[in-house]
């Protein structure tokens, strides 16, 4: 079973920016294509940003484009979530799991985006 470990949240005033890392236990996320997924208090989860295997190919929810960049480093079993022009309505917690998800979650990173 792959552990998922994201980091990288924080506060964070509206505009800013924040880097999200997510490192996994194992290599066998280099052969998935991989996702940033966030839950914002009393909503559902929801897929915000996916990256291809060989991370030639994104696709961003319409919420968050051209503000967020997904990219990975195979190498390092990472997954990172750049994220520019922080709004209010980014605040949540972030996920990385696979696209579609595996049914084990990690903890999690607070992104809250206040001033």
């Known amino acids: 079973q792959v552990q998922l470990v994201e980091s990288g949240g924080g506060l964070v005033q509206p505009g800013g920016s924040l880097r999200l890392s997510c490192a996994a236990s194992?290599?066998?996320?280099?052969?998935?294509?991989m996702g940033w997924y966030r839950q914002a208090p009393g909503k559902q989860r929801e897929l915000v940003a996916r990256i291809s295997t060989g991370g030639k190919t994104t696709n961003y929810a319409d919420s968050v484009k051209g503000r967020f960049t997904i990219s990975r480093d195979n190498a390092k079993n990472t997954v990172y979530l750049q994220m520019n022009s922080l709004k209010p309505e980014d605040t949540a917690v972030y996920y990385c799991?696979?696209?579609?998800?595996?049914?084990?979650w990690g903890q999690g990173t607070q992104v809250t985006v206040s001033s």
């Open positions: 799991n696979r696209d579609p998800s595996w049914p084990a």
């Open positions: 194992t290599s066998l996320i280099t052969i998935y294509p």
